[in-house]
């Protein structure tokens, strides 16, 4: 692994918006978004005021230069304020990214793995939406994210943390 991960901090904000942004998925042929669309208010909620109570998060860093390459990070939503992939005011939601030089190289794999060991201990489920055609559906379904419902172009997934130590190895 040429990569480390740390848990995320109230001072990782700036990190967390290039990761939002880089989360955003483009078609193959399709034209980038804006920059400027992550200060939506649909969402800038996943970022803004990072470190609320609840806020779970940790960063892949590279070993050497320690650059960072990936986020992985959870946040409560309401039924009043929903993130696109809401399923109760209990079930957090995953946001995640990978810097494109470093995807297919297990960074994700990773990122995601340790963010559900830790979130097992406080949740029990995580929730996520994602572009149906998205490469990333394959990791979410390797390590057991199944489907509740499609709008649109979008999947809601959800998984259950009842029993993530022992899958570890499944994912991997």
Known sequence: MNHSIRQLSHSDQSILWEMLYQSLHVAEGEQAF???????????RYVEGWGRPGDLGFAATEKSGGEVVGAAWLRMFTEDEPGYGYVND????????????QRGQGVGSSLLIHLLESAATVYYSVSLSVSADNPAVRLYKRVGFEQVSING?????????????TERQRAT
């Open 34 to 44: 804006a920059r400027e669309v992550i200060y939506s208010p649909e969402l800038r």
């Open 90 to 101: 209990h079930t957090p939601e995953l946001g995640m990214a990978v810097m494109p030089h």
């Open 153 to 165: 172009g979008s999947l809601t997934m959800i998984k259950s943390l009842q029993n993530v130590g």
